[in-house]
């Protein structure tokens, strides 16, 4: 079943504007990571944030975690074209497999 | 040395045929993962190897779906008597530390097509 749920599904935005994703789980975690996925291509990991974190920067994303909330959110600031690309929560478990959502689609219009 | 390969990056078969798929993890990386995409989808989990065990295989949708991986290094995903709903992206990842922050470098995938 899928522990990462992504909103919205699809995102479009204009060069320059900030985009914010979100992402809600259901069990408890040791860490939440965001992977992005560009078209035809496998995922690269953005940014993970651990459980007894709030909010962690890199660049220019800055993901907050609520665990009270069971609730992550990636902002990308002053987006640009070459952001276009899926974005996928993905939370740890059992095994230490990951469970990645179904992704959010970002469009960056030049 | 580079990153994860997967090959082929393209398999078109008949329905009923069996296909293997590679994959070849970054090197030192212990633990290496199969999913399945589809279009437009999320990550299915199928699953997991630690080395050369499987601790965790709860994700092949059936019997047809297997994977071995020696030597710790490379993997294979072969899947017998392929049917069309077998069409998908077919993703490898590996990892250095599954246990702790297991963040995880993907391949570019094996595009399977069933006819």
């Known amino acids: 079943s899928q522990q990462g749920e992504e909103d919205p599904q699809a995102l479009s935005i204009q060069e320059g504007e900030n985009a914010t994703m979100n992402c809600s789980y259901k069990?408890?975690?040791?860490?939440l990571q965001w992977y992005r996925q560009n078209s035809g291509r496998g995922l690269v990991h953005l940014i993970l944030i651990r459980s007894n974190e709030r909010e962690k920067h890199s660049g220019r994303l800055r993901v907050t975690l609520d665990t009270s909330k069971k609730s992550s959110s990636l902002l990308i600031t002053a987006s640009r074209a070459a952001d276009t690309a899926s974005y996928f929560c993905a939370t740890d478990g059992a095994n230490s497999k990951l469970t990645f959502g179904k992704g959010i689609t970002l469009s960056v219009r030049p | 040395g580079a990153g994860v390969s997967q090959s082929p990056s393209n398999k078109v078969t008949e329905k009923g045929k069996d296909v293997e798929l590679r994959c070849d993890p970054i090197s030192g990386h212990t633990a290496l993962y199969w999913y399945r995409q589809s279009l437009g989808q999320g990550l299915e989990f199928l699953i997991y190897?630690?080395?050369?065990?499987?601790?965790?295989k709860s994700g092949l949708p059936s019997d047809r779906f297997s994977a071995e991986r020696t030597g710790g290094s490379v993997s294979t995903l072969t899947i017998q008597r392929t049917q069309q709903e077998d069409s998908a992206v077919y993703l490898c990842?590996?990892?250095?530390?599954?246990?702790?922050?297991?963040?995880?470098?993907f391949g570019a995938g094996t595009r399977l097509s069933v006819l």
């Open positions: 190897f630690q080395g050369n065990s499987a601790p965790d």
């Open positions: 069990t408890s975690i040791n860490n």
């Open positions: 990842a590996s990892s250095f530390e599954p246990g702790v922050r297991n963040i995880q470098y």
